[in-house]
């Protein structure tokens, strides 16, 4: 892959909130209105980008040095100058690469998103987690590709496109708590891995810090590390 790190992580900014492009090249404007800051950063780039009027207090601190896992001092100081209660997170994100390692067979049967998937994904029992109109749009193909490991007509492991552009999509994965640990996550992201490559050219793979089970799923199929990305919400409720 010859992509750059600075461009990779605004490819992933793009795919997962929506990047309009502001003066200052080492920032950028969000589309989303849920986010109010991203901050995204890798040993040799880093890119912040804020919501529509959002002031940064003080320099961008493009000169620190890469911590991940720390909270970098420029959105210690944006979070401090905000007069609202705010939601800040942060974890790692990585690149799929050209192959995957292999997964192993998978102990239970997976289907994807071609023809025959979407006719027989009809006949399974919707995931209470997933509302009606989602999981028809899921099924589908209107969310884009998906895979699913399903235990009779109950789907237990999905992986699916919570966000995407023209050129990348981000993988999202859900795997219901009993069947959890039974290495079904890698099984259902390597399926979908392969359908999404064929209309984009690079995918990615994000999750929490403290979300240890998504991150073994990354080890296991050998996806490339690219750096950290932390996301500031307004808190709501």
């Not at 207090?57 to 000169?63: M, R």
Request: charged share 20%.
């Amino acid at each position: 892959m010859s992509w750059d790190e600075g461009r990779l992580l605004a490819l992933e900014i793009d795919a997962n909130y929506g990047l309009a492009p502001a003066q200052d090249a080492s920032r950028a404007v969000l589309r989303d209105p849920s986010v109010l800051a991203v901050w995204a950063w890798s040993p040799r780039a880093r890119l912040l980008a804020l919501a529509p009027g959002l002031a940064l207090p003080g320099t961008s601190d493009a000169d620190q040095e890469y911590s991940p896992g720390r909270l970098p001092g420029v959105l210690e100081r944006l979070t401090a100058s905000l007069h609202e209660a705010v939601a800040v997170e942060g974890g790692p994100c990585f690149v799929f690469p050209d192959r995957l390692a292999l997964p192993g067979p998978a102990p239970l049967p997976v289907i994807a998103s071609t023809a025959d998937g979407q006719s027989a994904a009809q006949d399974l029992v919707r995931p209470g987690n997933w509302q009606p109109g989602e999981w028809s749009e899921l099924v589908n193909g209107r969310m884009g590709e998906w895979a699913m490991a399903v235990h009779g007509r109950e789907p237990v492991s999905i992986c699916f496109t919570p966000a995407s552009n023209a050129s990348a999509a981000e993988a999202g994965i859900w795997t219901r708590p009993d069947f959890r640990g039974r290495h079904l996550a890698p099984a259902v992201v390597a399926a979908w891995a392969r359908r999404e490559r064929r209309d984009r050219a690079v995918l990615f793979y994000s999750t929490t810090a403290d979300n240890h089970a998504s991150q073994s799923v990354a080890r296991a199929l050998g996806l490339i590390p690219l750096g950290w990305i932390w996301t500031v919400r307004r808190k709501t409720g």
